[in-house]
Structure formats: structure tokens, C-alpha cells
């Protein structure tokens, strides 16, 4: 049945595909870029929104996974334009669909070890220790100078992928388009999935999840792992559009601007993220043309959001959250 939310939904997808195809035609590629740039913000954002909407895990450590798969697909197509070899005797390569492999186990891997003890607290303790993790990968990379330290480490040929020139902005758009719309279908599958029942079911009562024999500890670290996953493809897509990995992507605004996109667009909706991602880019470039203080009206923004509309835009539009 086409609910209010679905058709929402369908026209966020439509209105996001077709501004930058719009754009490229009448030679307009600044505002293909910020498509794509909204694209790969929704996506880090649906990573998050995996934990904290199914979940209710506040992970206020997400830009460390964010960084890792920017800083996995700078390396990679360093050592391959440099040709020297990686740790073991492993080369680089420039070839994206490797580097998200990478980008994406390395991220998976590292959420699944900071999950395993971060999910040993709840509450503002485990906000706290996800915060402390990442500010620990941010110090890590500031601090190491073969790959830029401080200053970041530039990419100076965007990776490729088979068949597209991903030098030209549209096509880089579409695959960063296409990329969003699958970790969406994926999002989708999760959450009417019993694994994805058993998520928001500990999040409403942990306890009565525990008492039928369902391990809620295990059920979200897995959650977690997956979402650093799909939030570190996102930072390689997002060191890709740049062509350049900064510290800044590890940095802990990063990961309070990943759950203000949730809040904006409607916590734990399939739709939200790039709700939020579009309204944050949106106020950035607009706002961001009229005064240098334009954090300042975003924050009015989003107070009005969580004290007026809690569902977000999604909400307001939609009405009750649906899945769709």
C-alpha cells in the first residue's frame, strides 16, 4: 500500500536524483557536487541511524569510523600512484570497489572492538566512551606523519571505477546515488528482519528481550559493527569527493553533525538521513552565503525540531513513523 510516508519518501529519492542531472545539463556543476555531498552525508547518517534509530545506541563516536574509511581510501590510492607497497608487501590500488571493501572491514572491525566494550555501559557513560574512542583514532591520526599528519594526505587523481569516468561530477553523483539508495534497500531488510526486531525490541525493554532468551549485548554489537561499516564507506566516498582526508573527518563535530542530520530528517526512519542531510547542506551553503555565524540559526533549527517536531521533517510531512 502507497503510504504518506513511502510517497515522501519517493519524492525525496526523485528530487535528489534530479537536481544534479538538471544542473549538469545547463553546466552547473557546483550544485552536482553539493548533491553528491548530500548523498554521501546521508549515507554516513543511515550508518548512525542503523544504531541510534533501530538501536538507541547515542554513538558519539561515529566520525572515527567515518575517518578510517576516508584515511583506507587515501592510502590506497596513494601507495597506487607512488607504487610503494603497504604493510606484508600489499600494494595500493585506486580502483574504488576495493576500497570500500577496505574501507568497510577495517571500520566494521574497529566498531566491532570499540563496541565490544563501549557496550558495556548504557546511557551517558556509553556516550562518553564512544566519544573517548574516536577522540582517540582523531589524536592518532594528527599525530602520524607518513600520511600528513596534521595537515591531511591529498588524493591526487580520484579513484576509479570500471567503465565510468568518475572524474566527471554527474557520474560520480550517480554512483555515490546508487551506493545510498542500496545501504537503504539494506536498511530496510534489517529492520523488518527478526534481527532487526530483536534490536528495537531491546531498546524498549532490554529486559523482557533478555527474559525470552535473546542476547541483547550481542544483538547490538552486531548492529554496531554494521553501522561503522556503512558510516566508513561513506568517508571513503566522502575523501573521494574531496580528494582529500583531513583529521577534521575524525573529529568529534563530525559525529554531533552525523546525529544532528538524524534529528533534522526523523530519528530511526528509513527516509531521514537525507532529510537531514539535505536541510544541513542546504542552511550550510544559503546560510553559510549570508553570515559566518550560521551554526548559530541551525541550532535554533534544531532546538525547534526536538521541542516541536520531534519526528523531525520526515514527521511533519509524513505524519507517525511508518516503515516505508
Known amino acids: 500500500m502507497l503510504t504518506r510516508e ?44 542503523l544504531a541510534l534509530g ?5 554513538s558519539f563516536g561515529h566520525a572515527a ?40 572491514l577495517v571500520a566494521g572491525l574497529v566498531g566491532l572492538l570499540i563496541g565490544l566494550i563501549s557496550l558495556r555501559t548504557s546511557g551517558v557513560y556509553f556516550i562518553m566512551i564512544t566519544l573517548a574512542f574516536a577522540q582517540m583514532v582523531y589524536y592518532f591520526a594528527i599525530s602520524w606523519p607518513a600520511y600528513g599528519g596534521e595537515d591531511g594526505l591529498s588524493i591526487l587523481v580520484r579513484n ?31 529492520r523488518g528482519s527478526r534481527f532487526g526486531s530483536a534490536l528495537q525490541a531491546a531498546r524498549q525493554n532490554e529486559v523482557r528481550v533478555a527474559t525470552v532468551g535473546i542476547a541483547p549485548y550481542r544483538i547490538r554489537l552486531t548492529a554496531f559493527a554494521i553501522s561503522a561499516a556503512l558510516t566508513g564507506l561513506a568517508g571513503a ?17 563530525m559525529s554531533g553533525e552525523l546525529i544532528v542530520l538524524i534529528i533534522l530528517g526523523g530519528t ?50 509524513a505524519g507517525k513513523a511508518r516503515h516505508g
Not at 54 to 58: S, T, Y
Not at 237 to 253: G, I, Q, T, Y
Not at 293 to 306: A, D
Request: net charge positive; aromatic share 12%.
Open 160 to 190: 576509479q571505477f570500471p567503465g565510468v569516468n568518475t572524474m566527471k561530477p554527474v557520474s560520480f553523483f550517480l554512483i555515490c546515488y546508487a551506493v545510498l539508495i542500496v545501504a537503504l534497500g539494506l536498511f530496510v531488510v534489517i
Open 268 to 317: 530511526g526512519r528509513l527516509f531521514g538521513p537525507l532529510a537531514g542531510a539535505a536541510l544541513f547542506v542546504i542552511f550550510e551553503y544559503v546560510l553559510g552565503g549570508l553570515t559566518e555565524r550560521w551554526q548559530f540559526f541551525l541550532g535554533l533549527i534544531l532546538l525547534g525540531t526536538v521541542l516541536f517536531a520531534r519526528g523531525g521533517l520526515l514527521g511533519l510531512l
Open 54 to 58: 533501530l538501536g538507541g545506541l547515542v
Open 6 to 49: 513511502i510517497l515522501v519518501n519517493l519524492i525525496l529519492a526523485a528530487l535528489l536524483l534530479a537536481v544534479p542531472l538538471i544542473a549538469n545539463a545547463f553546466g552547473q556543476p557546483f550544485y552536482v557536487t553539493l548533491a553528491t555531498r548530500v548523498a554521501i552525508l546521508a549515507l554516513a547518517a543511515t550508518g548512525l541511524n
Open 65 to 104: 569510523f567515518f575517518g578510517i574509511g576516508g584515511y583506507a581510501a587515501g592510502i590506497l590510492a596513494t601507495h597506487a600512484f607512488s607504487g610503494d607497497p603497504l604493510l606484508l608487501g600489499l600494494s595500493g590500488t585506486n580502483q574504488m570497489p576495493v576500497i570500500w571493501l577496505v574501507a568497510m
Open 237 to 253: 566516498l566522502f575523501a573521494d569527493l574531496n580528494r582529500f582526508v583531513s583529521p577534521s573527518m575524525l573529529s568529534w563535530h
